[in-house]
């Protein structure tokens, strides 16, 4: 209206429409300026004039959301005022409401596109109590979309979403929290933002202090924020938000409590101060009641901390035994969904890792038969972890051992190696591995359960656990000759020999260590593991692998070299030799014994090329180094090498002697063991054979007196292969007493 100058007026009513005063560009963002309602005091005709935009009617609202049109209900916001905007946003909150796990609602993204967003923020920083919880709540539903989290950021949320979890009304503080909960999932940035805007110790106070949807939802949020950042964590540690967490998990509503849980599962992983920091804070008793009578996401949750809690603290581990959570993991392991059957068996796989009495505790709690039935009927997840907690408990103890065969875990366990995805397989053939080692009957049940031929493919096709744990696994089954034959059988012996050329360091020692033991076997499995490429890579894996590789690849090379011609050939073929003596050299105990009974195998027989390049290989020192300060069996083995070298060749005698070997032999039959005198003998009575400058040698080395005593006390082959050398040595001791008594 237009009126009379002079005209007397009084304001009736004012509307402010301002949504981002800021804005000088887009008219539809900045809105239009304040409008004032004025009546005419005095008399006089106004002139008619089109009407200033007006608050939006809830019919306008209704017939928007009805319609699905996004662009007409957001283009009701300019001509809302400041406490009239509610229905609009309400309008936007309904339209947004897909459900939660749908993160590319196409509604969603027109609303976003239609221009909700500025103004939804604008109403939390300078609307109505009302107006801020009816933003907030069409905020969360709109991030619920991927591609809005960024916008709603840019838009400006963060802030205001912030101070409104802090200040707002029960309501508002709830879907601020909630919205902050959506905006923090998965997205690095925004987790970083939302703590520069200060969001962390407003939510800490809402779990404290607010009602049980504010609680819930401000946990939810400290859940999201928690993952993966470790300085977020130690934020939100700061900020306060630990006992008010482990209060919720106790006290709290059914989404409070599994949020919360949450919250502490995720904090928990990685920091070991902050996995004291919430033991103090009194939680692990609440969780493992949540175990026991949360609804099912929270025992999934509250198992999902306990898990964490448990990773490497051994005070912990004591700790949750304590807080009585064994029953009630055993029986969500048991009873619970899927998530709940998971996350409670890789709880119970970190607790029972490296301590006897709490593993003899979860056996106690009856989760053997719901394990095992987990690793035939679980998910994936579920099959996995179950296995991994088998592969916990059977380690060491043979009355678990047992009672894991008894509860039905074997058949289950080799169709996970065969059928399992990739963490399933590994596990499953880490629990053979274990179960295998030092019981026959358990052996014997694991080949009839099936296990051979999935593990065999299991080495060839795995990933590089998998790989490792099978082989292991194969190690351990791989005594006596009905299983040799069955490994083999398996076609074991090629994805074997692979694994020694190409896998990781305990990939190569555990398969190295299969054949080392499958070369215990006839001529025939030795001549099929030369046949499936095995020696060249043991050849490499002595020269280039770490200490136990160098030492299993030298005991298979060991196991090999015994009793076939053909096969020490190849060895020699394969570059074994300068290895072999390099570790009899510079190998840890158990190399420099493994590779010295190589040599002794090797140098065995009449083959006087073989024993000529053992020599050429710069043997003969480190032989006698080892026989001098070797432990008891590589002292033997060290003897036995020297003591086959030095038959019928004069040459290879004279070098064994420059190298220093006599005191040493003579020595060793003074104090070795049994084995270790009765080879020094032989080496002894060799190298006397048929050279008066060599038996003059041994005399002035000390061996007379030490061979006699053998002679007298030692086992039976001692006892011969002392006597055989004295005779031998007779001539040259009574010259040597002759001389004597001429001076």
């Given at each position: 209206?237009?009126?009379?100058?002079?005209?007397?007026?009084?304001?009736?009513?004012?509307?402010?429409?301002?949504?981002?005063?800021?804005?000088?560009?887009?008219?539809?963002?900045?809105?239009?300026?304040?409008?004032?309602?004025?009546?005419?005091?005095?008399?006089?005709?106004?002139?008619?004039?089109?009407?200033?935009?007006?608050?939006?009617?809830?019919?306008?609202?209704?017939?928007?959301?009805?319609?699905?049109?996004?662009?007409?209900?957001?283009?009701?916001?300019?001509?809302?005022?400041?406490?009239?905007?509610?229905?609009?946003?309400?309008?936007?909150?309904?339209?947004?409401?897909?459900?939660?796990?749908?993160?590319?609602?196409?509604?969603?993204?027109?609303?976003?596109?239609?221009?909700?967003?500025?103004?939804?923020?604008?109403?939390?920083?300078?609307?109505?109590?009302?107006?801020?919880?009816?933003?907030?709540?069409?905020?969360?539903?709109?991030?619920?979309?991927?591609?809005?989290?960024?916008?709603?950021?840019?838009?400006?949320?963060?802030?205001?979403?912030?101070?409104?979890?802090?200040?707002?009304?029960?309501?508002?503080?709830?879907?601020?929290?909630?919205?902050?909960?959506?905006?923090?999932?998965?997205?690095?940035?925004?987790?970083?933002?939302?703590?520069?805007?200060?969001?962390?110790?407003?939510?800490?106070?809402?779990?404290?202090?607010?009602?049980?949807?504010?609680?819930?939802?401000?946990?939810?949020?400290?859940?999201?924020?928690?993952?993966?950042?470790?300085?977020?964590?130690?934020?939100?540690?700061?900020?306060?938000?630990?006992?008010?967490?482990?209060?919720?998990?106790?006290?709290?509503?059914?989404?409070?409590?599994?949020?919360?849980?949450?919250?502490?599962?995720?904090?928990?992983?990685?920091?070991?101060?902050?996995?004291?920091?919430?033991?103090?804070?009194?939680?692990?008793?609440?969780?493992?009641?949540?175990?026991?009578?949360?609804?099912?996401?929270?025992?999934?949750?509250?198992?999902?901390?306990?898990?964490?809690?448990?990773?490497?603290?051994?005070?912990?581990?004591?700790?949750?035994?304590?807080?009585?959570?064994?029953?009630?993991?055993?029986?969500?392991?048991?009873?619970?969904?899927?998530?709940?059957?998971?996350?409670?068996?890789?709880?119970?796989?970190?607790?029972?890792?490296?301590?006897?009495?709490?593993?003899?505790?979860?056996?106690?709690?009856?989760?053997?038969?719901?394990?095992?039935?987990?690793?035939?009927?679980?998910?994936?997840?579920?099959?996995?972890?179950?296995?991994?907690?088998?592969?916990?408990?059977?380690?060491?103890?043979?009355?678990?051992?047992?009672?894991?065969?008894?509860?039905?875990?074997?058949?289950?366990?080799?169709?996970?190696?065969?059928?399992?995805?990739?963490?399933?397989?590994?596990?499953?053939?880490?629990?053979?591995?274990?179960?295998?080692?030092?019981?026959?009957?358990?052996?014997?049940?694991?080949?009839?359960?099936?296990?051979?031929?999935?593990?065999?493919?299991?080495?060839?096709?795995?990933?590089?656990?998998?790989?490792?744990?099978?082989?292991?696994?194969?190690?351990?089954?791989?005594?006596?000759?009905?299983?040799?034959?069955?490994?083999?059988?398996?076609?074991?012996?090629?994805?074997?020999?692979?694994?020694?050329?190409?896998?990781?360091?305990?990939?190569?020692?555990?398969?190295?260590?299969?054949?080392?033991?499958?070369?215990?076997?006839?001529?025939?499995?030795?001549?099929?593991?030369?046949?499936?490429?095995?020696?060249?890579?043991?050849?490499?894996?002595?020269?280039?692998?770490?200490?136990?590789?160098?030492?299993?690849?030298?005991?298979?090379?060991?196991?090999?070299?015994?009793?076939?011609?053909?096969?020490?050939?190849?060895?020699?073929?394969?570059?074994?030799?300068?290895?072999?003596?390099?570790?009899?050299?510079?190998?840890?105990?158990?190399?420099?014994?493994?590779?010295?009974?190589?040599?002794?195998?090797?140098?065995?027989?009449?083959?006087?090329?073989?024993?000529?390049?053992?020599?050429?290989?710069?043997?003969?020192?480190?032989?006698?180094?080892?026989?001098?300060?070797?432990?008891?069996?590589?002292?033997a083995k060290a003897a036995a090498a020297l003591q086959n070298l030095a038959l019928d060749d004069a040459a290879i005698k004279a070098a064994i002697v420059a190298a220093g070997a006599l005191v040493p032999l003579a020595a060793l039959v003074r104090d070795g063991d049994a084995e270790g005198k009765a080879k020094a003998a032989g080496a002894l009575r060799n190298l006397a054979t048929g050279d008066a400058a060599n038996k003059?040698?041994?005399?002035?080395?000390?061996?007379?007196?030490?061979?006699?005593?053998?002679?007298?006390?030692?086992?039976?082959?001692?006892?011969?292969?002392?006597?055989?050398?004295?005779?031998?040595?007779?001539?040259?001791?009574?010259?040597?007493?002759?001389?004597?008594?001429?001076?």
């Open positions: 209206m237009l009126f009379r100058p002079l005209a007397e007026l009084c304001i009736t009513a004012a509307v402010c429409n301002i949504i981002d005063p800021k804005e000088e560009r887009d008219i539809s963002k900045s809105g239009h300026p304040d409008m004032v309602m004025l009546t005419q005091l005095d008399e006089g005709e106004a002139m008619p004039v089109p009407p200033p935009h007006q608050p939006a009617s809830a019919a306008a609202v209704e017939r928007a959301v009805a319609d699905a049109d996004p662009a007409a209900l957001v283009a009701l916001f300019p001509g809302c005022a400041i406490g009239a905007r509610t229905p609009v946003a309400s309008g936007i909150a309904i339209l947004a409401d897909a459900p939660p796990g749908q993160s590319t609602d196409p509604m969603r993204g027109a609303l976003a596109a239609a221009g909700a967003l500025p103004p939804l923020v604008a109403m939390l920083g300078n609307g109505t109590a009302e107006e801020q919880a009816a933003a907030a709540e069409a905020l969360f539903k709109l991030a619920r979309n991927d591609p809005n989290k960024a916008a709603i950021v840019a838009a400006g949320a963060l802030v205001p979403l912030a101070a409104l979890v802090r200040d707002g009304d029960a309501q508002g503080k709830a879907y601020a929290a909630r919205a902050l909960r959506n905006l923090a999932t998965g997205d690095a940035a925004n987790k970083a933002a939302i703590v520069a805007a200060g969001a962390l110790v407003p939510l800490a106070a809402l779990v404290r202090d607010g009602d049980a949807e504010g609680k819930a939802d401000a946990a939810g949020a400290l859940r999201n924020l928690a993952g993966g950042d470790a300085a977020i964590k130690a934020a939100i540690v700061a900020a306060g938000a630990l006992v008010p967490l482990a209060a919720l998990v106790r006290d709290g509503d059914a989404q409070g409590k599994a949020n919360a849980a949450g919250a502490l599962w995720n904090l928990a992983l990685g920091d070991a101060a902050i996995k004291a920091a919430i033991v103090a804070a009194d939680a692990l008793v609440p969780l493992a009641a949540l175990v026991r009578d949360g609804d099912a996401q929270g025992k999934a949750n509250a198992a999902g901390a306990l898990w964490n809690l448990a990773l490497g603290d051994a005070a912990i581990k004591a700790a949750i035994v304590a807080a009585d959570a064994l029953v009630p993991l055993a029986a969500l392991v048991r009873d619970g969904d899927a998530q709940g059957k998971a996350y409670a068996a890789a709880a119970l796989q970190i607790l029972a890792l490296g301590d006897a009495a709490i593993k003899a505790a979860i056996v106690a709690a009856g989760a053997l038969v719901p394990l095992a039935a987990l690793v035939r009927d679980g998910d994936a997840e579920g099959k996995a972890n179950a296995a991994g907690a088998l592969q916990s408990l059977a380690a060491g103890d043979a009355a678990i051992k047992a009672a894991i065969v008894a509860a039905g875990a074997l058949v289950p366990l080799a169709a996970l190696v065969r059928d399992g995805d990739a963490q399933g397989k590994a596990k499953a053939a880490g629990a053979l591995w274990n179960l295998a080692l030092g019981d026959a009957a358990i052996k014997a049940a694991i080949v009839a359960a099936g296990a051979l031929v999935p593990l065999a493919a299991l080495v060839r096709d795995g990933d590089a656990e998998g790989k490792t744990k099978a082989a292991g696994a194969l190690t351990n089954l791989a005594l006596g000759d009905a299983a040799i034959q069955a490994i083999v059988a398996a076609g074991a012996l090629v994805p074997l020999a692979a694994l020694v050329r190409d896998g990781d360091a305990q990939g190569k020692a555990n398969a190295t260590g299969a054949l080392w033991n499958l070369a215990l076997g006839d001529a025939a499995i030795k001549a099929a593991i030369v046949a499936a490429g095995a020696l060249v890579p043991l050849a490499a894996l002595v020269r280039d692998g770490d200490a136990q590789d160098k030492a299993y690849a030298a005991g298979a090379l060991e196991n090999l070299a015994r009793g076939v011609a053909a096969i020490k050939a190849a060895i020699v073929a394969a570059g074994a030799l300068v290895p072999l003596s390099a570790l009899v050299r510079d190998g840890d105990v158990e190399g420099k014994a493994k590779s010295a009974g190589a040599l002794r195998n090797l140098a065995g027989g009449d083959d006087a090329a073989i024993k000529a390049a053992i020599v050429a290989a710069g043997a003969l020192v480190p032989l006698a180094a080892l026989v001098r300060d070797g432990d008891a069996q590589g002292k003059a040698a041994i005399v002035a080395a000390g061996a007379l007196v030490p061979l006699a005593a053998l002679v007298r006390d030692g086992d039976a082959e001692g006892k011969a292969k002392a006597a055989a050398a004295l005779d031998i040595l007779r001539m040259a001791a009574n010259s040597a007493a002759g001389d004597a008594s001429k001076k």
